[in-house]
């Protein structure tokens, strides 16, 4: 069964940082956009970022924009989320997603964020951020 699974998540401080990973499992990841999303506890899903399939295209969460950084390493066949000074409002579980269509959202600066775009969904990862 197609799936990715995401890793790197944990325990931080305030201030520190974190990388993300997301693989594909039955499935290159290197054909595919990816796109981030987060849910805090209480809280809807939320997007945080996303890459296109050449790595070119990237878009952030006004939330995240100057902290986080999207990139894809094909060679390793694997997205990271890099997140760092990191706030008490980013503890959530982190899930990565996969788009596999011909014109993937993550071009579109209004629909990228759009959790229905993506086809293939990890199970998350938490994040913790204590003070």
């Known amino acids: 069964q197609l799936h990715l699974v995401e890793s790197g998540g944990g325990l931080v401080q305030t201030g520190g940082s974190l990388r993300l990973s997301c693989v594909g499992r039955?499935?290159?990841?290197?054909?595919?956009?990816v796109g981030w999303f987060r849910q805090a506890q209480g809280k809807g899903l939320e997007a945080v970022s996303c890459?296109?399939?050449?790595?070119?295209?990237?878009q952030y969460a006004d939330s995240v924009n100057d902290r986080f950084t999207v990139t894809r390493d094909d060679g390793a066949d694997t997205a990271y989320l890099h997140m760092m000074d990191l706030k008490s409002s980013d503890a959530a579980v982190y899930y990565c997603?996969?788009?596999?269509?011909?014109?993937?959202?993550?071009?579109?600066?209004?629909?990228?964020?759009?959790?229905?775009?993506?086809?293939?969904w990890g199970h998350g990862t938490p994040v913790t951020v204590s003070s």
């Open positions: 890459i296109n399939r050449r790595g070119d295209i990237t």
């Open positions: 039955g499935f290159s990841l290197s054909i595919y956009a």
């Open positions: 997603a996969a788009d596999d269509k011909p014109s993937p959202s993550c071009a579109s600066e209004t629909d990228w964020g759009h959790a229905s775009g993506y086809r293939w």
